[in-house]
């Protein structure tokens, strides 16, 4: 890799990260980490703002932006091979933006990049998620993204049948389904549910459908109540 390249990779890569370290930088870039510090060093002299030390970690200052960028036909390969297999399994809201902004970034391709990437061989078929699973994905999602809680009819591995109001948290996707992380009131405690067990779901209507961002019932809270050999395996249920 050109330095120049390594110099304007090094800015993207502290960008989109909230305190990026030598060490993470010099093995995405394959560099010591001595190499890192004294580009690093080199940026900042050039008026680049990145603020931070060797050993603490680097961040980049409000206000900094680079020119548009104009990816590569191996990049735009990548960009619509993603879209192309997220489709089948995002919610139809999601989905119908993917293709725009897909769409976006073909447009500004000069047209031999635009070429290549369109006729690249690789296709997902839609074999996904059900139109009702679909709905239900964009329904807690929306719902996680705007603190309102859902009650929700769930039918667990047992083919027991429940009754929950839940504050949505965050989806997952395991490959083949979809699960909801979230608070369960019943239960006063954080539980996953399949989205393709829930045969029914609606949002819990007036002021008590909302909930406050709490401390201890947050996603981050979830994530850390669960032990990392458990979140590998593929959840058929709940609680």
Known sequence: MRR????????????GRRL?????????????????????ADLQHQGVPIEGAAGVGYRLGKGFELPPLMFTVDEARALL?????????????LAKASQIAIGKILSVLPTAARVAAQSMAIY??????????????QTLREAA?????????????????TQR??????????????????WCEARNGFRSFRLDRMTSIHLVEGEAGQFKDEQGKR?????????PPNI???????S
């Open 4 to 15: 120049a390249d390594r110099l304007f990779q090094i800015v993207q890569l502290i960008r």
């Open 20 to 40: 990026t370290t030598a060490a993470f930088l010099a093995q995405r870039l394959e560099v010591s980490e001595r190499t890192v510090y004294r580009d690093v």
């Open 81 to 93: 091979a993603s879209v192309r297999m997220a489709q089948v399994w995002q919610d139809p809201a």
């Open 124 to 137: 997902a078929p839609p074999v996904g998620m059900d139109p009702v699973t679909k709905n239900t994905l």
């Open 145 to 161: 993204q705007t603190l309102h809680k859902v009650e929700v009819q769930y039918k667990d591995a047992a083919d027991q049948i």
């Open 165 to 182: 109001i839940l504050r949505p948290l965050g989806c997952f996707y395991w490959g083949k389904v979809w699960t909801l992380a979230a």
């Open 219 to 227: 996603l981050s809270d979830y994530l850390r109540s669960v032990a």
């Open 232 to 238: 590998q395996e593929k959840p058929d249920g709940t």
